[in-house]
Antibody
Framework: QVQLVESGGGVVQPGRSLRLSCAGS????????MHWVRQAPGKGLEWVSIISYDGAQTYYTDSAKGRFTISRDNSKNTVFLLVSSLRPEDTAVYYC??????????????WGRGTLVTVSS | SYELTQPPSVSVSPGQTARITCSGD??????ASWYQQKSGQAPVLVIYEDSKRPSGIPERFSGSSSGTLATLTISGAQVEDEADYYC????????????FGTGTEVTVL
């Protein structure tokens, strides 16, 4: 069965960086685009970024451009999100999700359980 | 930036029908997906391509879309359907950048 396991979250000071990881199993990882989605405490879901199956294409939400970098290592079935210049408002649970293309757009289908990032001094 | 608007809350008695709407200008050209998120858990896909149901999702969940409005319907809502529900789509500028709706809290009591 499809499994996605995020790691790398924790408490980090403002201005610092953190690299989140997401390991996939139970599917042909190198054949799927992958998403990152985040959720601040008590708030709704926010789409963050997507990377193509081969890592050649990446897209970001406006608030992530220039500070977040998505990448992947298909030899390790892992997608990463480097979050830099962290701000208190980046405090959130970060989820990775596998992609499903519906003919008009890319959609998250299977999700991991998330990893919590807390930005605090 | 593109927005998808949902009602903040919907309340329904057990066995009744709950309808959750999602309004977005690009929905005539784009499919909508729907996710259920129970307290403390990761989201789960319940509807994709406007009206298709993934395997394992109960038949009481259905979806439709017309014009700028997508709708998730829970027919015969159960207590275990209490959750937050989010619609999702992509904006008209392409097919990669996603947007979630504002979310709807469904109460079954």
């Amino acid at each position: 069965q499809v499994q996605l396991v995020e790691s790398g979250g924790g408490v980090v000071q403002p201005g610092r960086s953190l690299r989140l990881s997401c390991a996939g199993s139970g599917f042909s990882f190198s054949g799927y685009d992958m998403h990152w989605v985040r959720q601040a405490p008590g708030k709704g879901l926010e789409w963050v970024s997507i990377i193509s199956y081969d890592g050649a294409q990446t897209y970001y939400t406006d608030s992530a451009k220039g500070r977040f970098t998505i990448s992947r290592d298909n030899s390790k079935n892992t997608v990463f999100l480097l979050v830099s210049s962290l701000r208190p408002e980046d405090t959130a649970v970060y989820y990775c999700a596998r992609d499903y293309y519906d003919g008009s757009g890319h959609n998250p289908d299977y999700w991991g359980r998330g990893t919590l990032v807390t930005v605090s001094s | 930036s593109y927005e998808l608007t949902q009602p903040p809350s919907v309340s329904v008695s057990p066995g009744q029908t709950a309808r959750i709407t999602c309004s977005g200008d690009a929905l005539p050209q784009k499919h909508a997906s729907w996710y259920q998120q129970k307290s403390g858990q990761a989201p789960v896909l319940v509807i994709y391509e406007d009206s298709k149901r993934p395997s394992g999702i109960p038949e009481r969940f259905s979806g439709s879309s017309s014009g700028t409005l997508a709708t998730l319907t829970i027919s015969g809502a159960q207590v275990e359907d209490e959750a937050d529900y989010y619609c999702y789509s992509t904006d008209s500028s392409g097919d990669h950048r996603g947007v979630f709706g504002t979310g709807t809290e469904v109460t079954v009591l």
